[in-house]
């Protein structure tokens, strides 16, 4: 029988894709939701690209520990990947007690239940921005971790510590869970097929979107956040990773847990490519691919923000045998066929 995984957050952008691969890959997938930072057709655009009307769909709150256990009671979930978090950097700032609650307290339930029910795999969405404004580049895992510079960067850092307490208080009890942390760099793109990708609410904090809203003539003008940093054209760097390949690593490192090939209770990899990409540099790839003059200015440097960060996946390459693949022009395509397809749909 196939392995069931949930997916909490299924319903957003890595979710997702995340969701689409792990079918592709031929397990069944649960998709939990509470609808708070997308709206269905994120779902609707899986149900599309898998041709699975069948995905069971909970729209629940996983700060609501009575529906995550009628979750877990109503399946058998053998592994869960958790994406069920906000993520605006500036936001948790100014509202970090609705960050530490939410992200926190989803993940401690999680948790809970699933050691109600006798234990499971847990995949934690973790990021880069957990190494900060790292003096040694590219980052390992080894690399030590920073004072987070966001309270939304800090419950990345206090859920990865969490997972690795539960993981080794649970070594030795009988409901066993293990635990793989997975740190994005940036992920970006939209699927092949155009029918799923990013649906920021309101103006884009991140690149990719503002760059194709501003193409697309729904923004009037990208402001690029300093071109003063110590890097060859002055922005910054970023190791800007597609989503698909990005959702690939989440199949392959749920394969590793199932197929008892992790060498500990708890592992972390970076998912990037391995490859800085200068803020300038992706904007011209962004006009050469999309053939649409971009209005762009620079503007002073962002508050929080690290000058260079870019990853060494080969800890990932390895032991997970795989790789990102993509080129960042490929995704880039994605992104602006995506901004495309929404700018058609809401004609
Ligand atoms: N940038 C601009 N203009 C914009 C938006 C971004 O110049 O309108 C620049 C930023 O200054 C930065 C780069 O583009 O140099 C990337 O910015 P993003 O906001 O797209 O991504 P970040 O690297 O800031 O964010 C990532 C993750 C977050 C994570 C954060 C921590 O997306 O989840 O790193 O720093 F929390």
Known sequence: MAKKVLVSGGAGYIGSHVTVELIAAGYDVVVADNMSNCDISG???VKKITGREDIPFY???????????????????????????FKAVGESVSEPIKYYYNNLVSFLNILEVAKKHGGCNVLFSSSATVYGESKVLPVT?????????????????????????VVYATSTQDAVIKGIALR???????????LIGELPRGVPNNLVPYITQTAIGKRECLSIFGNDYPTEDGTCLRDF????????????????????????????FNVGTGRPVSVYELVTKFEKVSGVKLNYKFVPRREGDVMALWADPTFANEELGWKAERTVEETLASAWAWEKYLAEKNK
């Open 141 to 165: 895992e080894q690399t030590p971790r920073m004072p987070a510079m966001s309270p939304y960067g800090n419950t990345k850092t206090m859920c990865e510590d969490i997972l690795r307490d």
């Open 241 to 268: 990773i597609d989503v698909t390949d990005l959702a690939k690593a989440h199949v392959a490192a749920v394969a590793r847990m199932f197929g008892g090939k992790m060498k500990k209770g708890y592992e972390i």
């Open 59 to 85: 729209e629940i709150d996983c700060c609501d520990f009575a529906s995550v256990d009628k979750l877990f009671t109503e399946h058998k979930i053998d592994a869960v990947i958790h994406f069920a978090a």
């Open 43 to 45: 779902f609707e655009g």
């Open 184 to 194: 994005y760099f940036n992920p970006i793109g939209a699927h092949p097929s155009a």
